[in-house]
């Protein structure tokens, strides 16, 4: 309804503008076409703003969105040898989720694992990850034709130290938008 | 289905020498309990100019490595015999030298020749004569042969040592991707050649049954893709470009068909490929992870892993039956299975109060034996004669490699002097 009210209120502006080079009643030529001139400019910048006005309602919206999405983060986190979404995972990928639903963004969603037991098999759990998070998105609306899922196993670990601090951090899904 | 028979030149060359910081060293950290005492002494250089290796410090070591002999140190000889002549076995028996081996090098042009005889101190007799040649430029695979057939005949098997490695080098670079190597050298890991490098992630090197070709697993296009290399001309194949994974790649034993993990379908699910018709057979259907294939000697069933019991075990899949079986109980962790050539042991990762060792569980008597006390221990391999088993595992804060004997007693491990060095693979006897 606001849109409607902002657009509306642009064509008001307008209409007025073109009715008061109408009736300037100049003496002159030059003067007439000065005040056509002016009137088109008070005409544009009317509608520059009335499309401003509309777009700063969007944007706001959007960027409250993003926000929400920025600090819920992008890196979805686990359990280990688990392809199960945590409570805290959930949060931050409904924050992304929110934002997703509003635009047309395509997603890349990268598994991960720490570096516990064989490569082979972490690839496929990190897939697994990967596919826990892809299938949750489309379970909320997201096309899957939107989304692209790869594992990287355990190569890609964002720490190599070994120990739980370093394992936490690997055990991840990392939303990329393409 | 689309035949995807890219046949791509290797962007590294075939055979380029890799720089010496890459050599493997060896680091003997265990040898077993009563091992036999040997002389190996310097062999006679008998060519022209200098000689291009040192044949007996090569097959010294060989033998050093299996942990079953202790050679003599030179300092200790009393004398350096290379014809039997020269043989006073009291020399010998004072030295407590179970065994003696001398030999002789000589060169014609493009070939070397290298004689020796193993002789028994304590019976004083000759056991042994034999010579191997081959171009100087293969004069450590000479060696290696010679060190072959001294372990054979005082073991009753065949030895290892002229056989190859493959495995990933991989170094760090800050602030971008790892630079990874799949690398290939001389069983005590002199003479790495790098079969082909790249800044994506590499898994999984495997050979063909014939040693001749390799492959493995690559994500140079950004995805992970199987491709089949040949050694001797670096030409590559791209075998598999499905969505999904793309992984695990086993020879079958007649070289016909290469089983692999793909998830096109789903999830991890193990199929196998007709190599020549490029045919794809689905064999496990589950949404559980079915992953690391690995052949029975016989080609008739397959292990794998799988969590459909909810953590990772080994599994057989039988391939005229179509069923599958659980082969694994004990322990929370099974994973990554090798067959050794007599289809008795197995070795895989076995995880253990929370740490991840090398074990081996013997078929016949079903019993789990842990052979390693290291912890992180992944990608076991076996020798092509079932004596040692190559791994990887954490060295001061590095992946490195290292190997124990199936038995458990004999351990060494082979650091690399820089970078990360990890998913060993032992080729099988090489032809000549």
């Not at chain 1, 307008?14 to 100049?26: K, P």
């Not at chain 2, 109980?329 to 067959?339: D, I």
């Amino acid at each position: 309804m606001k849109h409607i009210t902002v657009a509306s209120k642009a064509i008001a502006l307008l209409f007025s503008a073109a009715l008061l080079v109408a009736c300037s009643g100049s003496d002159t030529k030059e003067e007439d076409e000065a005040a056509a001139a002016a009137a088109a400019a008070a005409a544009a910048s009317a509608a520059q703003s009335a499309q401003s006005a509309q777009g700063a309602a969007v944007s706001a919206e959007m960027a409250a969105l993003e926000e929400a999405a920025a600090s819920a983060g992008t890196v979805f986190y686990f359990e280990y040898d688990s392809a199960n979404l945590t409570p805290e995972a959930l949060d931050a990928l409904n924050a992304n989720i929110a934002l997703l639903q509003r635009n047309n963004t395509n997603v890349r969603l990268e598994g991960h694992t720490d570096e516990r037991g064989t490569r082979e098999y972490n690839l496929a759990l990190g897939e697994g990850r990967a596919n826990s998070v892809r299938e949750y998105m489309i379970a909320s609306g997201i096309p899957g034709s939107r989304i692209e899922t790869i594992s990287f196993g355990e190569e890609r670990p964002i720490a190599y130290g070994t120990g739980e601090a370093n394992w936490s951090d690997n055990r991840r899904v990392e939303l990329k938008l393409q | 289905m689309k035949r995807l028979l890219t046949a791509l030149m290797s962007i590294t060359l075939a055979i380029s020498a890799a720089s010496a910081w890459a050599q493997l060293t060896i680091e003997i950290s265990q040898g077993a309990d009563n091992p036999t005492a040997i002389a190996v002494v310097p062999f006679a250089w008998q060519g022209v100019g200098v000689a291009p290796e040192e044949i007996a410090s090569i097959v010294d070591g060989d033998l050093a490595r299996s942990g079953q002999f202790a050679p003599i140190a030179r300092a200790d000889m009393l004398g350096n015999p290379t014809t039997e002549a020269e043989v006073f076995y009291r020399d010998w028996r004072s030295l407590s030298a179970e065994y003696l081996l001398i030999g002789r090098v000589s060169s014609e042009p493009n070939v070397l020749r290298v004689d020796y005889e193993l002789f028994d101190v304590l019976r004083q007799a000759k056991v042994l004569t034999g010579y191997e040649s081959g171009p100087a430029s293969d004069a450590r695979m000479l060696a290696h042969r010679v060190a072959d057939a001294v372990y054979e005949k005082l073991t009753g098997v065949p030895g290892a040592f002229a056989t190859k490695l493959l495995y990933i080098s991989v170094d760090r670079v800050p602030g971008s991707n790892d630079y990874s190597r799949l690398t290939m050298s001389d069983s005590d890991g002199a003479r790495p050649i790098v079969l082909f490098d790249t800044h994506e992630p590499l898994l999984t090197p495997t050979w063909s049954p014939d040693g001749k070709h390799i492959a493995y697993v690559s994500f140079e296009t950004g995805r992970p893709a199987i491709y089949r290399q040949e050694i001797a001309t670096g030409q590559r194949e791209q075998l598999t470009n499905f969505s999904g994974l793309n992984s695990s790649p086993a020879w079958s034993p007649d070289g016909k068909t290469m089983a692999m993990v793909l998830s096109k379908d789903g999830n991890a699910d193990i199929y196998l490929m007709d190599l020549a018709t490029k045919k794809l057979t689905q064999l496990t259907r589950h949404y559980a992870i079915d992953t690391e294939p690995a052949w029975m000697p016989d080609g008739r069933s397959l292990l794998f892993t799988s969590d459909r019991g909810g953590k990772p075990q080994i599994y057989r899949y039988d391939l005229s039956s179509g069923k599958t079986d659980r082969v694994t109980y004990e322990g929370t962790y099974n994973a990554r299975a090798r067959v050794s050539q007599d289809g008795r042991s197995v070795v895989m990762v076995h995880q253990a109060e929370g740490r991840f060792h090398i074990a081996v569980l013997d078929l016949v008597t079903n019993r789990m034996q842990i052979l390693t006390s290291t912890d992180l221990d992944e990608s076991p391999s076996i020798a092509p004669n079932g004596s040692m088993v190559l791994y990887a595992t954490k060295y001061q804060d590095r992946s490195i490699l290292a190997a124990v004997a199936v038995d458990g007693e004999a351990k060494f491990r082979l650091p690399a002097s820089k970078g990360d060095v990890r998913e060993p693979a032992w080729s099988p006897y090489l032809a000549r």
